[in-house]
């Protein structure tokens, strides 16, 4: 369910405060967190898969010559949302590794903090400088568009990642995974740990990101099924992906709905912030926390409680496999067409589809089981 009406929120709050204070009451006080919710496998609607595949499953594929190592090396250039975001700081080791192995050049640039104005300004820069590839991670998909195409023309081939560009300002969309299923995949996991009931907010990142706003509208539309009549989202706050406003719209979301249940945060700065927040207010495991997050960084939540189960994917291997992308661009391997294939290294073998896109893999999930086995 989704509040779209304040005055009928209001009501369905009322209701749910009175069922939530039922609940503690019976409960003689707070339910341990880990007793909540309903088990793997269990779904609020019927139709639910599961999320599969291991982010380091890529990794176990067999290495196959490049067919861009045989071209002369490639001049790449990453543009990520901002530069300090350590997703993109991870997503660069697996760019320079591609480089490494190809004989081409890698360079990280961008904002400090993620600006799509400043993009722009760098993509004319580049653009200036003559790279042979611009790989960005878009902080608005229409305001990056002119001077993407303007590079294109200029003859640079331009692959977005991570958060798309409209569609005719890039050759081909390196996606981490499925955009629909990461995006109904949070909320599966939020109506298992809220047994599909309680009051739901979600913390983005910018008002304008691609990726997070295509998740957001798959959420929305999981929340309509029948399972979910009451999980309600009461509101989408943004934090930017900065740190202390992704805290600061925690702490007000609490303020606002004193019976929050659960916050969905599909950005890694915004479920660490999310998760320090939580935890400084008191309400670490009362609060149920999830959403899409590096394990190196939401290892001490996930040992706390405050976050049970959280989803991503291998941001090594999507920095790995865009590199290896843009090469192919350049060399000319492929031109971004639906069907045509180039081989990824020892991501092996990938197949470009509708609307230029190639997706890594699926999402995985993060759980106090599991996380001792991932270092990124
Ligand atoms: C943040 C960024 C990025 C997103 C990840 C999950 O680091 O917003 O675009 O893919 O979170």
Do not use: H
Request: proline share 5%; aromatic share 6%; net charge negative.
């Amino acid at each position: 369910m989704i509040r779209t009406n304040p005055g009928a929120g209001a009501v369905r709050m009322a209701l749910v405060a009175a069922l939530l204070l039922a609940t503690v009451l019976l409960a003689a006080g707070r339910a341990p967190a880990a007793a909540r919710g309903l088990a793997q496998g269990e779904e609020c609607a019927a139709d639910a898969t599961a999320s599969g595949g291991s982010p380091a499953a890529g990794a176990a594929a067999a290495a196959s010559p490049a067919a861009a190592a045989e071209a002369a090396p490639p001049n790449v250039a990453f543009l990520p949302k901002d530069v300090e975001n350590p997703y993109f700081v991870t997503a660069a080791g697996g760019a320079q590794e591609a480089a490494d192995e190809i004989g081409g050049e890698f360079q990280q640039v961008g904002p400090a903090a993620a600006s799509a104005s400043e993009q722009v300004t760098y993509i004319q820069t580049l653009t200036q400088q003559g790279v042979d590839a611009i790989v960005v991670s878009a902080n608005d998909p229409d305001a990056l568009a002119p001077s993407l195409q303007e590079a294109m023309a200029q003859g640079i081939s331009v692959v977005s990642y991570d958060s798309d560009v409209a569609p005719d300002a890039r050759m081909a969309f390196v996606n981490q995974a499925d955009s629909e299923e990461i995006g109904r995949s949070q909320v599966r996991i939020m109506g298992r740990l809220l047994s599909c009931e309680g009051e739901i907010a979600v913390l983005s990142a910018a008002s304008t990101a691609t990726n997070q706003n295509a998740w957001i509208g798959f959420m929305e539309d999981e929340l309509t099924k029948p399972g979910y009549e009451n999980l309600e989202l009461v509101e989408v706050v943004y934090g930017d992906d900065d740190q202390q406003r992704s805290y600061d719209r925690t702490v007000e979301l609490l303020t606002a709905y004193p019976d929050l249940a659960g916050i969905i945060s599909p950005t890694t700065v915004g479920i660490g912030a999310a998760a320090q927040a939580l935890e400084a207010e008191g309400r670490g495991g009362d609060v149920q926390l999830t959403g899409l997050g590096l394990p190196n960084e939401l290892r001490a939540y996930v040992e706390s409680g405050t976050i049970q189960e959280f989803a991503l994917w291998n941001p090594i291997d999507l920095g790995y496999l865009a590199y290896y992308t843009a090469a192919a661009l350049v060399d000319g391997t492929i031109t971004g067409t639906a069907g045509e294939t180039f081989e990824a290294g020892r991501l092996g073998s990938y197949t470009i589809g509708e609307g230029g896109e190639i997706v890594l893999g699926p999402p995985f999930v993060f759980t106090a089981e599991n996380i001792g086995e991932f270092d990124f």
